[in-house]
């Protein structure tokens, strides 16, 4: 299974790699710099890990090499989550103000869910107490972005706003990306050493498949926005009374300009 991990891994590099020149190729690069840097980014920080296997480091050293290198892809993870979720709320302030409060309360209930499983994953994850740690917190950080991102898709789906084909198809497939990989990380984390062959099997897949996804669906002619009349004015005056609801709640409401 090692094996199919390795070649699955290089693959989703190359997928990487992929989506990184059809998004300036599609000339989509200004529009979603957050992924571009990902793709950039993501590879090099991939092809250390494989290198590192190489024979050149000890299994304790790859450990510390991969906790090292992992809030590069934190740091890029949360700031693709937020590009995509203002995509969504570009002409609604109050929505997107919300948001960041709902990001910190999935934050905080991801630690209330965290506590609740701390015993039974402290005593599966058999590392040292640091590597413990990190390996909780990486799956706490996971599963509330993963939250997060299906928390918007649901929102919108009730609530339409006229945005172009592409931050759709971006939103499912990170939906797909998110989500899985936080599963996986689930399954360690509550399993231990038993199945991290089967869990990073199915993360590197996941990986693979949404960054092929990406460089697929994501083209210039999905960058055009639909046509107004496609959202009904029901549906239009409901959002718009939403997102003033949500401004007079975040404390942010001000009357209009004279």
Not at 46 to 61: C, I, N, V
Request: hydrophobic residues 55%; aromatic residues 12%; contains cysteine.
């Amino acid at each position: 299974m090692r094996e199919a991990i390795k070649l699955i891994w290089e693959f989703s590099i190359l997928a990487e790699l992929a989506v990184a020149v059809r998004l300036l190729m599609q000339g989509l690069g200004g529009e979603y710099p957050a992924l571009l840097t990902a793709c950039c980014i993501l590879p090099i920080k991939s092809l250390l890990l494989l290198f590192s296997f190489a024979g050149l480091l000890t299994a304790e050293q790859r450990r510390q090499l991969g906790r090292n290198l992992e809030p590069i892809e934190w740091l890029l993870s949360s700031w693709i989550v937020f590009e995509l979720f203002s995509r969504w709320t570009r002409s609604y302030r109050g929505i997107g103000r919300f948001g960041k409060f709902l990001l910190a309360v999935l934050l905080t209930g991801a630690l209330l869910i965290s506590v609740a499983c701390w015993r039974t994953e402290w005593a599966a994850l058999v590392f040292r107490e640091n590597y413990r740690i990190y390996y909780i917190l990486n799956r706490i950080f996971w599963a509330t972005l993963a939250l997060f991102v299906v928390g918007a898709w649901l929102f919108f789906r009730n609530y339409p706003v006229p945005v172009a084909p592409n931050v759709v198809r971006h939103t499912h497939v990170a939906v797909v990306y998110f989500v899985v990989s936080a599963l996986g990380l689930l399954v360690f984390t509550l399993n231990g050493l038993k199945v991290v062959a089967q869990a990073n099997l199915v993360i590197v897949m996941a990986t693979a498949g949404c960054f092929c996804a990406w460089a697929v669906l994501l083209t210039r002619e999905g960058q055009i926005a639909p046509p107004a009349q496609r959202v009904s004015v029901a549906d239009r005056e409901r959002i718009e009374k939403i997102n003033q609801d949500l401004l007079v709640f975040m404390g942010d409401f001000r009357k209009p300009d004279r």
